[in-house]
């Protein structure tokens, strides 16, 4: 169970969220169409999107980035995968993780817009926008940092099976469990993550998430939905999000994800996932023109809120 103590922001901050509900536009062409393209594993689309996630952070000039190359053999043979870590401060002995997939499945003209597409533009925006506070946080050794990770194969590459999925994050975990933070000789670096929060399937109008870990996490995503609340009085624009998206269920089973490996190695996991699945889940409609922005803003103010508060971040917004 995680006992961080999270840090509300004000009331008052919220009437600044209102105020980016105007710029999904921008969200749109300068993070999400660059991930809009087939992204199957060891083909050059996932390497243009790896490409662009890494460029986009190293832009910032503040995240310590690792790549985890490995090859495995699929049932359609060798594939060489690649992961993406970013983290803040790579010295810090405790993290709260953001993750999502940046691979495609292999279906014909399929972008995977909600899956994962707009999860992963979704980090690179918060990265983006909380910039100037994550700096401080890191030149004031703050403790937990914040880590992003970019998954490679999570999709089956025929039908999905233990050994067929998941290629990224089980490969990754156990990478992880063997390797020490920086600077540290007893402590690995699944042991340091605080909590793991798993975005996918974001991106449709029907988005619905729900509490599937309540024993661990349950208090965070409670947490998440009275942000979610406090956002929706605070919209002024017409066109902002309305419905609830974090709702009230509490899922005694769990969905196979990235988060598996690290659930399976006793890290706390928020997964934020579409329940039940969007109606464009692996179809060719999958794509940019059946994404409903305001929701994904919504979501992206939701998450913005979350990780200033757990990180204890400025709350000024505006």
Same mark, same amino acid.
């Given at each position: 169970?995680?006992?961080?103590?999270?840090?509300?922001?004000?009331?008052?901050?919220?009437?600044?969220?209102?105020?980016?509900?105007?710029?999904?536009?921008?969200?749109?062409?300068?993070?999400?169409?660059?991930?809009?393209?087939?992204?199957?594993?060891?083909?050059?689309?996932?390497?243009?999107?790896?490409?662009?996630?890494?460029?986009?952070?190293?832009?910032?000039?503040?995240?310590?980035?690792?790549?985890?190359?490995?090859?495995?053999?699929?049932?359609?043979?060798?594939?060489?995968?690649?992961?993406?870590?970013?983290?803040?401060?790579?010295?810090?002995?405790?993290?709260?993780?953001?993750?999502?997939?940046?691979?495609?499945?292999?279906?014909?003209?399929?972008?995977?817009?909600?899956?994962?597409?707009?999860?992963?533009?979704?980090?690179?925006?918060?990265?983006?926008?909380?910039?100037?506070?994550?700096?401080?946080?890191?030149?004031?050794?703050?403790?937990?940092?914040?880590?992003?990770?970019?998954?490679?194969?999570?999709?089956?590459?025929?039908?999905?099976?233990?050994?067929?999925?998941?290629?990224?994050?089980?490969?990754?975990?156990?990478?992880?469990?063997?390797?020490?933070?920086?600077?540290?000789?007893?402590?690995?670096?699944?042991?340091?993550?605080?909590?793991?929060?798993?975005?996918?399937?974001?991106?449709?109008?029907?988005?619905?998430?729900?509490?599937?870990?309540?024993?661990?996490?349950?208090?965070?995503?409670?947490?998440?939905?009275?942000?979610?609340?406090?956002?929706?009085?605070?919209?002024?624009? +017409?066109?902002?999000?309305?419905?609830?998206?974090?709702?009230?269920?509490?899922?005694?089973?769990?969905?196979?994800?990235?988060?598996?490996?690290?659930? +399976?190695?006793?890290?706390?996991?928020?997964?934020?996932?579409?329940?039940?699945?969007?109606?464009?889940?692996?179809?060719?409609?999958?794509?940019?023109?059946?994404?409903?922005?305001?929701?994904?803003?919504?979501?992206?103010?939701?998450?913005?809120?979350?990780?200033?508060?757990?990180l204890h971040l400025d709350p000024q917004m505006c």
């Amino acid at each position: 169970m995680v006992k961080h103590g999270v840090r509300e922001i004000g009331a008052k901050q919220y009437q600044c969220f209102s105020t980016l509900s105007d710029d999904s536009e921008d969200f749109r062409v300068n993070l999400l169409r660059p991930l809009l393209i087939e992204r199957v594993s060891g083909t050059q689309g996932n390497v243009k999107a790896r490409q662009f996630i890494i460029s986009k952070l190293r832009s910032l000039d503040m995240w310590h980035i690792e790549l985890d190359t490995f090859d495995e053999m699929t049932p359609d043979g060798n594939v060489e995968f690649t992961n993406i870590v970013a983290t803040l401060d790579p010295t810090a002995t405790r993290r709260l993780v953001l993750a999502c997939h940046y691979d495609s499945k292999k279906i014909r003209n399929f972008i995977g817009a909600t899956d994962s597409a707009v999860p992963c533009a979704m980090s690179l925006d918060l990265a983006i926008n909380l910039q100037n506070k994550l700096n401080d946080l890191k030149k004031n050794k703050g403790n937990p940092t914040l880590q992003l990770i970019f998954f490679d194969g999570e999709e089956a590459v025929r039908d999905w099976t233990s050994s067929d999925s998941l290629y990224g994050s089980r490969h990754l975990a156990t990478k992880m469990r063997n390797t020490n933070v920086q600077g540290q000789t007893n402590l690995n670096q699944i042991d340091a993550m605080d909590m793991f929060v798993l975005l996918d399937l974001v991106g449709h109008q029907s988005v619905q998430f729900g509490n599937f870990y309540d024993r661990t996490t349950g208090k965070y995503y409670n947490r998440l939905r009275n942000i979610e609340t406090q956002l929706l009085r605070s919209y002024t624009n +017409n066109n902002a999000h309305k419905r609830t998206v974090f709702s009230s269920m509490v899922y005694p089973g769990q969905i196979e994800d990235d988060h598996i490996p690290f659930l +399976n190695l006793d890290v706390p996991i928020l997964h934020l996932i579409s329940v039940p699945f969007p109606p464009t889940w692996h179809t060719t409609n999958d794509n940019e023109a059946n994404l409903d922005f305001p929701s994904i803003t919504h979501i992206r103010n939701t998450m913005k809120i979350f990780v200033i508060e757990y990180l204890h971040l400025d709350p000024q917004m505006c």
